[in-house]
């Protein structure tokens, strides 16, 4: 990578960057010499915009010209790259929300404007849509062919495209006439191929080329209906023997072609286009006066969308060069980041920004994967072009040499693309390192997820570290499953997926302490609070404080004041009318030690993470103007990231764990990892298939397609279909692209996963390149070795592996962070503990039965319940007839003192004990001690032919209870295990401690000492 052989400061540089090829080393080498130059030359350091895609990148960026200023002992230059007036670093949205900011009285906003959530912004335009329908009622007849739903998100499309083209029409009855003309020019030409030979017909045949004839002069009068009305009465079609053809074969195959491209519907006929055209010029009305509507609010509040923050500068750009020009001047130098990202629309603020300034602008067209968010790999070739047609003074380089990947990965990446597409070129090699050769595995497996933690595996035992693999998907669900499974063999991973964030149940735990600030007498919200653990009360001292005339909260100041859980909230209640919510808030995370309590629970660092995500937007927010709590909590904490990410993306961890990534391909951006493991290559490209507004900014057209009752659908015209077939493609390309991104994260190894029991599609990765046969294939450069994999989970080795101690406030002793549940202890056939991975709930919540855990849960209710005939009764009314039998059946059995165990017991007990092996954590049903004798009871929704496995657990919580004292060794023990759904209640007898010691296996003994 050598020094730019041109004057930094007089001429603009397009490098073409392919993947690991040092765009970012060569970005902060030009910053540093355009410096130097523009200081000899002016006297002054020089002011520099630089714009990345992320906000990862830019904090990167920021750090890594701060480390170079730093090795140069160069202060001067540190403190002007920290000073945010000199060096402005962010994301285009960042650029683009200071040009907009600092002209907002050109464009008739407020001085002050802000930038909201898309789902914040949409709430706002459904009122105006509401409110427009009601005004004007000829626009009601828009809700017969769309739902309200469907209309605002219509709506919202129609708007930001008037705002970048103002003259946007209906496409014409001419054009929609125009295309099906062509479509029956072409049927007619093919059929005319097989006509001409309708001689050579044998007499079988006469009746179908009659038809065919018909046909054609069908197509020739163009005369759709009749069309229609021919083609269901389409005839079979004879037999035809390839081998004794009755005609030339290829009279035949015009027959086939002329078929499997006609398509002739009621989108081509004369009634589609008149109701196409009355709808559409309906909408477009509809989209003008909401367009009206939509800007006056936004000029008047300042609330804009990123999509109008991009929208506004267009219109700066559009109409206001000469601003555009000063702000533009404010800098002396531009650096462009992750160009083929970006989309026509940004590009053309850009050039307009950039082109009287020198400039750097870096990208990958083969690297391309944001097309839902606009980008089109396509601006960098045309940007190339003109580069290398040497149009002004842009000089073009190229960076093609990977320095990431052993030179055998780089070299068998090379060689795969080749195979797939023309639309990448081959990367040169790493001269400098290793050339042994790598192996490439394909594996193939019944079940995805098996094959990946099958390779997994392979590689821990091999002594790879875990956080020296990566599994990536195109998809999130992938990722769950293999992280559910993932759980069972105990491999250690880290979930990151760009969603799920607000399901956290820490992230649930802090909306209900926020909430409760906002209405504390909110009875649904405090008793989620009051059972987490940071402000607990168990449900029987809920239910002893509460009284049905009055707020839980109430009765809680009333009857519990004393109560040190209630003492805690009340304190923070009054923290907070006096402190405020943030500073309020950190102060009851600290008292209840909720960090502390996160570490040791989840030594990932991923659910602190979290929290700080959280508590900074919240802080954050809390210092905008008009700041409501409510409000807030109302917007479901919706954020923006000027970065596009979504707010529902999980935070990251300072520190990375040690476990496997699983991540989107997306999300991997960037990175690099020893160990790639791809999934997904059995699947078929993600494809818009519908799409019922059809907008080309090109031709100021837009198509939106009207309800047919006859087809009981929406009908897209064929000026839609073919927008859509055309984005089809683009999405196709990308979908290889998305590939390539995949692979080249490699350093030393990579492995394809392909699931064979899904069927092959001709567009899947796996069809689209080359799968070896079974076996080991060497190349000159790598060693490709394709497996078939039947191994079931159960099969699979699981992977034990020391977890290091964490220090943390608590001070735990090391142990106590290895941490299984007493069912995981069963699964392993009680002889020990492995540690376990903590995994997130929402993972667990996917694999729950839902009917057995409302059934769990409502029997789990009782106790309140049974002792009060009024409250049993008014639950027995809200209960299905399957769960009124089964809460019956619970409080009839005789055989065991249920009711007593009810209402004296303990119900839900919760545990965690230390043991020889680690802390095992639990949840009893119920116990109790009736008459001098103990039970242990649990529910049981499943089938009683498992009672031996519902035993082996009782069995762990009787040896649980007595290590914590808790019981009398000299008691008589029972278990009991019922079954409501079959109405059967099975039991075990224990004369004392001793005795069910004797019946205790060596290696349980042995966990308990």
């Keep these: 990578m050598s020094s730019p052989s041109f004057n930094v400061t007089e001429h603009s540089l397009l490098i073409r960057a392919g993947a690991g090829a040092g765009k970012t080393t060569t970005l902060i080498r030009t910053f540093i010499e355009f410096c130097e130059k523009f200081e000899r030359d002016n006297k002054r350091l020089p002011r520099v915009a630089i714009t990345t895609f992320t906000r990862k990148a830019t904090q990167e960026v920021k750090e890594r010209l701060s480390v170079k200023a730093l090795e140069r ?60 329908l009601k005004k004007d009622l000829k626009f009601l007849e828009i809700l017969e062919h769309y739902s309200f739903v469907r209309v605002v998100d219509l709506v919202l499309q129609a708007i930001e495209a008037l705002r970048q083209a103002p003259q946007l029409q209906v496409v014409s009855l001419l054009d929609l006439r125009k295309i099906t003309h062509a479509k029956l020019k072409l049927w007619r030409s093919q059929l005319d191929q097989v006509i001409a030979h309708v001689d050579l017909a044998p007499p079988a045949w006469n009746e179908y ?45 015009h027959i086939e072609e002329f078929w499997d491209g006609f398509d002739l519907s009621i989108i081509d006929s004369e009634e589609y286009f008149i109701e196409h055209d009355k709808l559409g010029q309906l909408f477009l009305e509809f989209s003008k006066t909401l367009f009206n509507l939509d800007n006056s609010r936004k000029l008047l509040t300042g609330e804009i969308t ?59 067209p ?19 072009e003109q580069a290398a047609a040497f149009t002004g003074n842009l000089q073009l380089q190229f960076l093609d040499t990977n320095y990431r990947s052993q030179p055998s990965v780089m070299n068998f990446i090379n060689d795969y693309f080749q195979h797939m597409s023309s639309q990448f070129a081959p990367m040169k090699t790493n001269p400098f390192k290793d050339a042994t050769k790598s192996k490439i595995s394909f594996i193939q497996a019944e079940t995805e997820a098996i094959g990946v933690l099958q390779h997994i595996s392979q590689l821990i035992l091999q002594g790879v570290s875990p956080k020296d693999i990566c599994v990536l998907s195109r998809r999130n669900q992938n990722l769950l499953k293999i992280a559910a499974l993932a759980q069972k063999v105990h491999i250690p991973v880290q979930l990151q997926v760009s969603a799920g964030f607000d399901q956290r149940r820490e992230i649930l735990d802090l909306i209900a302490i926020l909430k409760f600030l906002v209405n504390p007498h909110d009875n649904e919200n405090l008793v989620l609070l009051l059972r987490s653990p940071w402000a607990y009360l168990s449900d029987v001292e809920i239910a ?91 917007d479901n904490f919706q954020f923006l990231q000027s970065d596009l990410g979504s707010s ?68 897209v015209s064929r000026w839609g279909q073919q927008l859509r077939q055309e984005f089809n493609a683009m999405e196709s390309q990308e979908h290889e692209r998305l590939l390539y991104v995949a692979l080249t994260r490699a350093q030393h190894s990579l492995a394809l996963v392909a699931e064979s029991k899904s069927r092959q599609v001709a567009s899947s990765w796996q069809k689209k390149s080359f799968w070896p046969d079974a076996g080991t294939h060497e190349h000159e450069h790598y060693d490709l070795i ?43 056939g009680g002889s020990g503990l492995s540690p376990a991975i903590q995994f997130d709930q929402k993972i667990l919540d996917i694999l729950k039965a839902k009917k057995g855990t409302d059934l769990h849960r409502l029997f789990e209710s009782l106790q309140i319940f049974s002792g009060d005939p009024a409250m049993m009764e008014n639950l027995n009314q809200r209960l299905n007839p399957e769960q009124k039998k089964s809460v019956q059946y619970l409080l009839s059995v005789t055989d065991v003192p249920i009711r007593k165990i009810i209402e004296f017991g303990h119900v839900e007990f919760g545990f965690g004990l230390q043991t020889n092996r680690g802390v095992l954590q639990g949840q009893i049903d119920l116990w109790g001690v009736v008459a001098g004798e103990i039970y242990i009871l649990d529910y049981k929704t499943g089938s009683s032919a498992y009672f031996e496995k519902a035993y082996q657990q009782l069995l762990f919580y009787a040896h649980c209870l007595y290590k914590m004292n808790l019981l009398d060794f000299a008691a008589p ?4 295990v019922t079954y409501p759904l079959e109405a059967k209640t099975l039991s075990r007898q224990f004369i004392n401690f001793a005795d069910l010691s004797k019946k205790t296996s060596p290696e349980i003994l042995d966990l308990f000492g």
């Design 306 to 364: 990123i999509n109008d923050l991009e929208l506004f500068s267009l219109e700066l750009v559009r109409s206001h060069s000469a601003v555009v020009a000063d702000f533009a001047d404010k800098f002396d130098y531009y650096m462009i980041d992750e160009f083929q990202d970006t989309s026509p629309l940004q590009v053309e603020i850009l050039d307009q920004l950039i082109y009287r300034k020198p400039h750097f602008i870096v990208g990958d």
């Design 786 to 828: 394709s497996v078939v994999s039947d191994t079931e989970i159960e099969k699979l080795t699981p992977v034990k592996k020391t977890v290091e101690a964490i220090r943390d406030k608590l001070q735990f002793k090391p142990q106590s962070h290895h941490s299984t549940s007493v069912t995981e202890s069963l699964d392993h």
């Design 544 to 634: 002893s404080f509460a009284k049905l005339d009055r707020s839980l909260w109430y009765s809680l100041i009333q009857n519990g004041s004393t109560n040190p859980t209630v003492m805690s909230l009340a304190n923070y209640f009054s923290e907070y009318q006096v402190i405020g919510v943030s500073e309020a808030f950190m102060n009851f995370i600290k008292k209840m030690r909720f960090l502390d309590f996160s570490a040791s629970y989840d030594n990932s660092g991923k659910r602190e993470a979290n929290f700080w995500k959280f508590y900074t937007h919240l802080k954050n927010a809390e210092r905008n103007m008009g700041f409501s709590l409510g409000k807030y909590i109302n």
């Design 366 to 384: 083969q690297q391309s994967i944001y097309l839902f968010r606009g980008a089109r790999s396509e601006v960098f070739l045309l940007k190339q």
């Design 73 to 132: 002992k160069d202060d001067r230059l540190f403190q002007h790259i920290n000073k945010k007036s000199s060096v402005h670093i962010s994301t285009i949205h960042g650029l683009l929300t200071m040009m907009v900011q600092e002209n907002a009285d050109v464009l008739g906003l407020p001085q002050t404007i802000r930038i909201i959530d898309q789902n914040i912004y949409k709430k706002n335009l459904k009122k105006m849509v509401r409110q427009a």
């Design 648 to 715: 529902q993306s999980e935070a990251l961890p300072v520190a990375q764990p040690d476990r496997v990534s699983l991540m989107t391909i997306h999300a991997s951006k960037g990175l690099e990892f020893p160990h790639v493991i791809v999934v997904g290559f059995s699947e078929q490209p993600l494809l818009t298939l519908y799409q019922p507004q059809s907008i080309s900014l090109q031709e100021n057209k837009m198509s939106l397609a009207p309800y047919i009752v006859a087809e009981s659908k929406n009908a």
């Design 209 to 253: 080329f009659s038809y065919l004839i018909r046909m054609d002069a069908l197509l020739e009068a163009e005369d759709v209906a009749a069309i229609l009305e021919h083609f269901e009465n389409k005839p079979i079609k004879p037999r035809w023997n390839k081998k004794t053809p009755p005609f030339p074969q290829e009279v035949h195959d």
């Design 973 to 976: 023990l029972n278990f009991v």
